[in-house]
């Protein structure tokens, strides 16, 4: 008998296997404490347990993963768009929660550990977060989320990034919300371009 951890994981149909039956339905889970990741021996078991779960995804189903990784606070209809929406898309991010990766809860979407967004961020390059970033930027509806993006999207200083991410600050600010206001000016002056020092100074 052999045991498929999911009905679209690799081990039946490399061996020209189908399914027959389910016995029993059940949904994988990593666990992992605070104590585990701070051994350095169980620790890189935690990382090869979290490498092996990512290494299944498709390269199709990745940027789904990595989008919602990119998202503080991800929702399907928030990840879809990202992707550019359409079956494809779709298609995706279904694989990532089958295979373990992602949640989903009605809308919202959560990563089945904290380790596993840290792991597919981690593992992409500076430029493809960017990019990622970038794209977020432009379907976020959030006036702050869409700056926070901009900002991360950012592969230097930009005067229209500095100057979106100020105007996201006074609006924290004004709702009383002055640590995001703190944040977000700091990152407004460390885009602003050399030259610009009463901006800066402003910032």
Do not use: K
Request: glycine letters at 8%; a neutral charge; hydrophobic letters at 45%.
């Amino acid at each position: 008998m052999i045991v498929d951890l999911v009905s679209t994981g690799s081990t039946l149909r490399v061996n020209g296997l189908r399914e027959v039956t389910t016995v029993l339905e059940s949904t994988a889970r990593l666990i992992a404490s605070r104590a585990a990741w701070a051994d350095p021996a169980r620790r890189g078991n935690l990382e090869e347990l979290v490498a092996a779960r990512v290494s299944g995804l498709s390269e199709p189903a990745r940027p789904a993963a990595l989008v919602a990784a990119a998202l503080s606070q991800p929702t399907r209809p928030g990840v879809l768009e990202a992707l550019g929406g359409g079956e494809g898309a779709r298609l995706a991010l279904l694989e990532a929660e089958e295979q373990g990766v992602l949640v989903a809860e009605r809308e919202r979407l959560r990563f089945s550990h904290p380790l596993l967004a840290c792991a597919i961020y981690g593992a992409a390059s500076p430029g493809r977060r960017r990019s990622v970033h970038e794209g977020l930027a432009a379907v976020v509806a959030d006036p702050e989320l869409r700056a926070r993006h901009l900002a991360l999207s950012a592969p230097g200083p930009d005067a229209d990034v500095a100057a979106e991410l100020e105007d996201a600050a006074g609006r924290a600010a004004a709702r009383g919300a002055q640590q995001a206001a703190a944040q977000l000016y700091q990152a407004a002056a460390r885009l602003t371009p050399a030259g610009r020092t009463d901006e800066r100074a402003r910032r």
